[in-house]
């Protein structure tokens, strides 16, 4: 890991590897080079934007692997299908993204890459010290070969299904006893509130937030339920963008991206992205949906790396689905968002809403495409999702899409029938977790 003593020694290295890898990425990507033609490398701070719209419309031409979007979509979708998850092609690992955006986002990287990332990754989120053995839980929509083939006789990761109901896993996380428990925040508030009522035995060293946003009540709850901190990786298919340093503090990863700001609003920012090392798939000047909140004091760790107060944006929610006895069965906002999306590449945007318990609200905006033919999938696939969580099949009713910006952030995933849902005043995580 890089340490850098001051801001301005970070900037330095970070323009001089951005001119260098932008000169690469010019080089060997016919898509950057059309869109830098004639500009100077120096400006490179200000060159024209892209968002996932144009990754995905260009993905052929944006990858240095000379993969076409057709091939990577087909092994990607049929690998969702059948659970084998990040499948391979040749030195390629493809994978699908939902994103902010709702819209279904394509990534590859090569296995080096891959490789790199979770090194990076297990290098800032392992209990210290780095040498004492480690059992990892590792709770996730989709089992990752990256992380469950890295043999080492000192760390061990257990994959956990969030496809299963989650009551299945408590017997096997007593027995476990994992020293690093890495969940979506959603998850973790669920073992949270298990282990208050004494459904569930777990004390893990260190816990990691993923994948979700963590609400700042969620927060306080998971870490008054075990004591401690609630750490936090904040990454999308665009990279590793942050990850919290020991005092619990999220910091963006500058020293892998370069994270501009945009509309800039009292410390709130969307990140343009920039990754420094991708090859395969190059990332540069990417513009992210998220909705980040500056922290506005200097975090007592000292490092270099800007400090983030809260990520706002891709809020989650449990919906709660009924049982064949009528037990409440949760079902995360990840696997509800993944049901949709799987139901079809013309869905543009989603929002589902629980009006109650057992009950979805899908609003759909689905362009020209046909919006019976839409429909009719969403509601195999939420049904689907029902039955693999062991629940009734949720009554689905279905609304045309309408998105208007306001003072309320957007929920892709929301419950509308619990006072949780009710807007609360943000709480600093900072002082949350002392
Ligand atoms: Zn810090």
């Known amino acids: 890991m890089r340490r850098f003593r001051s801001r301005a020694e970070l900037?330095?290295?970070?323009?001089?590897?951005?001119?260098?890898?932008?000169?690469?990425?010019?080089?060997?990507?016919?898509?950057?080079?059309?869109?830098?033609?004639?500009?100077a490398l120096a400006e490179w701070r200000s060159f024209p934007t892209i968002d996932k719209h144009a990754m995905m419309e260009s993905f052929?031409?944006?990858?240095?692997?000379?993969?076409?979007?057709?091939?990577?979509?087909?092994?990607?979708?049929?690998?969702?299908?059948?659970?084998?998850?990040?499948?391979?092609?040749?030195?390629?690992?493809?994978?699908?993204?939902?994103?902010?955006?709702g819209r279904r986002g394509l990534f590859v990287a090569s296995r080096a890459e891959r490789w790199k990332y979770a090194g990076t990754i297990l290098a800032r989120v392992l209990p210290r010290?780095?040498?004492a053995r480690q059992r990892i839980a590792l709770f996730l929509r989709a089992n990752s070969n990256l992380y469950t083939s890295t043999r080492?006789?000192?760390?061990?990761?257990?994959?956990?299904?969030?496809?299963?109901?989650?009551?299945?896993?408590?017997?096997?996380?007593?027995?476990?006893?994992?020293?690093?428990?890495?969940?979506?925040?959603?998850?973790?508030?669920?073992?949270?509130?298990?282990?208050?009522?004494?459904?569930?035995?777990?004390?893990?060293?260190?816990i990691v937030s993923v994948a979700e946003v963590l609400d700042p009540l969620d927060e306080s709850r998971i870490s008054a339920?075990?004591?401690?901190?609630?750490?936090?990786?904040?990454?999308?298919?665009?990279?590793?963008?942050?990850?919290?340093?020991?005092?619990?503090?999220?910091?963006?990863?500058?020293d892998h991206v370069v994270i501009q700001r945009d509309d800039e609003d009292r410390g709130r920012f969307s990140p343009i992205v920039t990754d420094l090392f991708r090859t395969t798939q190059p990332i540069i000047r990417y513009r992210l949906d998220d909705l980040l909140q500056e922290r506005l004091d200097p975090c007592p760790c000292g490092s270099a790396l800007a400090a983030i107060a809260r990520i706002e944006g891709r809020t989650g929610d449990t919906l709660e689905l009924l049982g064949a006895e009528?037990?409440?069965?949760?079902?995360?906002?990840?696997?509800?968002?993944?049901?949709?999306?799987?139901?079809?590449?013309?869905?543009?945007?989603?929002?589902?809403?629980?009006?109650a318990r057992g009950k979805l609200l899908v609003s759909l905006s689905t362009g020209n495409a046909e919006r019976a033919a839409v429909e009719d999938a969403v509601r195999r696939r939420l049904h689907d999702m029902a039955l693999k969580l062991r629940a009734l099949?949720?009554?689905?009713?279905?609304?045309?899409?309408?998105?208007?910006?306001?003072?309320?952030?957007?929920?892709?995933?929301?419950?509308?029938?619990?006072?949780?849902?009710?807007?609360?005043?943000?709480?600093?995580?900072?002082?949350?977790a002392k």
């Open 60 to 101: 052929d031409e944006v990858n240095t692997a000379h993969l076409s979007r057709a091939r990577a979509e087909a092994v990607a979708l049929r690998a969702e299908e059948t659970r084998d998850f990040e499948p391979e092609i040749g030195e390629l690992t493809v994978g699908l993204s939902s994103g902010t955006s």
């Open 326 to 355: 009528g037990q409440v069965v949760p079902a995360f906002p990840d696997v509800i968002t993944r049901a949709i999306l799987l139901a079809g590449d013309e869905i543009d945007a989603y929002r589902v809403l629980q009006p």
């Open 11 to 39: 900037e330095r290295w970070q323009d001089a590897r951005a001119r260098r890898h932008i000169a690469w990425v010019i080089d060997h990507s016919a898509f950057y080079r059309k869109l830098y033609a004639g500009r």
């Open 129 to 131: 010290p780095l040498w």
């Open 225 to 254: 339920a075990f004591g401690q901190k609630v750490h936090q990786i904040y990454q999308a298919t665009e990279g590793l963008l942050g990850v919290t340093c020991p005092e619990g503090t999220l910091h963006l990863c500058e």
């Open 152 to 206: 080492s006789s000192r760390i061990a990761f257990h994959y956990f299904d969030l496809m299963r109901p989650m009551e299945e896993h408590f017997d096997r996380l007593r027995e476990l006893a994992p020293t690093l428990l890495i969940a979506p925040a959603s998850v973790l508030r669920f073992l949270a509130d298990a282990r208050v009522q004494g459904h569930l035995i777990l004390a893990p060293e260190k």
């Open 393 to 432: 099949p949720p009554a689905v009713e279905f609304a045309e899409l309408v998105e208007r910006p306001g003072p309320q952030k957007l929920r892709r995933v929301q419950r509308l029938d619990l006072p949780h849902a009710a807007p609360r005043p943000p709480v600093p995580p900072a002082a949350e």
